[in-house]
């Protein structure tokens, strides 16, 4: 296969988009919250009416509505713009110019290709640029990433860039491992696999930058 024919091959491949941006509609924000709720449980009651469930049960009858809730509010409360973390920075008083690793931050996300969970950890670091982020916050900004529908490599471009911006440095990087309910329990069914991406900016870039970093986390498996 020619390389135009390969690389036209995987753009027709939704899963592969090359896109950093969540690919929103326009309209995304048209709908309150209230009104996207209301919408969603009609559609779940739909699918389990469909599999042949019976609705009138008392164990299922609520579930549309928990559904709809969990989707907006919470497994993909992070598509709200206002949700977004205010990660304030304050000045690097203590002039501590090395390089800054916040390891194993806890993350759930949602693979958007089969709405099953991802889970697994974020290693994070930067080196200060003059400007300090509170630690707290860049576990914040992998939570608010992480609950979107998504695929690892944009969780983990979304991270980086984010971090790039509010601490005004290329000098960031984020490394996720985590496992794919997608791939260990259904489909393939392999339990043990787990994926590994990486996104290196500015410095970080260096080898020997990237293996301090890669030393710091020693990726232990860990879920
Ligand atoms: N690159 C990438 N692929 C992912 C991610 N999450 C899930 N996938 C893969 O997306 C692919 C979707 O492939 P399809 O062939 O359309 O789906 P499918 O028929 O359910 O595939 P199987 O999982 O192999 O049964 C699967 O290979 C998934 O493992 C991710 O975060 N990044
Ligand atoms: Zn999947």
Redesign the pocket.
């Known amino acids: 296969m020619k390389v135009e024919d390969f690389l036209d091959n995987m753009e027709d ?1 939704d ?2 988009s090359s896109n950093e941006q969540t690919p929103l509609r326009e309209d995304a924000f048209q709908l309150s919250d209230a009104e996207k709720i209301e919408s969603i449980k009609k559609n779940v009651h739909e699918i389990l009416v469909t599999l042949g469930m019976d609705m009138t049960d008392d164990s299922l009858k609520g579930t549309p509505n928990r559904v709809a809730k969990m989707f907006v509010n919470e497994i993909f409360g992070g598509l709200r713009p206002q949700m977004k973390p205010s990660a304030s920075t304050f000045e690097n008083k203590y002039k501590y110019n090395e390089m800054l690793v916040e390891k194993n931050i806890v993350l759930y996300s949602t ?4 709405l099953l969970p ?1 889970v697994g950890r974020a290693h994070v670091a930067y080196i200060s640029n003059g400007n300090v982020v509170g630690l707290s916050k860049m576990n914040r900004i992998v939570d608010y990433y992480a609950k979107r529908p ?6 983990n471009i979304q991270i980086v860039r984010e971090l790039q911006q509010v601490l005004n440095t290329e000098d960031v990087a984020c490394v996720i491992d985590a496992k ?1 309910l ?2 260990n329990s ?3 069914r392999d339990i043990d696999s787990s ?1 590994v991406t990486g996104e290196f900016g500015g410095k970080f870039k260096d080898p020997q930058v990237k293996s301090e970093f890669l030393d710091y986390i020693k990726l232990e498996t860990k879920f």
Do not use: A, N, Y
Not at 111 to 114: I, L, P
């Open positions: 491949q899963h592969l693979c958007e290709h089969h991802i998504q695929v690892q490599e944009r969780l794919h997608c791939v259904r489909g393939i994926t």
